[in-house]
């Protein structure tokens, strides 16, 4: 996947419900500045992978598909590209 970008590709994956239940936890999901730095990007990535973000409760749609998965990991491949 070529070109992936913060504005148009990464954050529209992330829910109103997933923004404010991250920030409550100090993780600014909607923040390009906190996401591309390389421990912040790598640190949701890893929770994406494990499947326990987002969650289910609160509202939460659950993990994130593949694609999904596999869209973000290419984002931060490509050098976190606003």
Not at 2 to 16: G, N, R, Y
Not at 21 to 31: A, F, K, W
Not at 54 to 62: F, L, N, S, V
């Given at each position: ?23 409550d936890q100090?993780?600014m999901l ?53």
């Amino acid at each position: 996947m070529a070109d992936v970008s913060f504005a148009k590709d990464i954050l529209p994956l992330f829910t109103e419900t997933d923004i404010d239940h991250m920030n409550d936890q100090g993780v600014m999901l909607s923040d390009y500045d906190y996401m591309k730095a390389p421990d912040n990007a790598a640190g949701v990535l890893r929770t994406l992978e494990e499947g326990s973000m987002p969650p289910t409760w609160g509202g939460g749609d659950g993990a994130w598909s593949e694609d999904k998965v596999a869209l973000f990991r290419s984002w931060v491949e490509g050098g976190y590209k606003p």
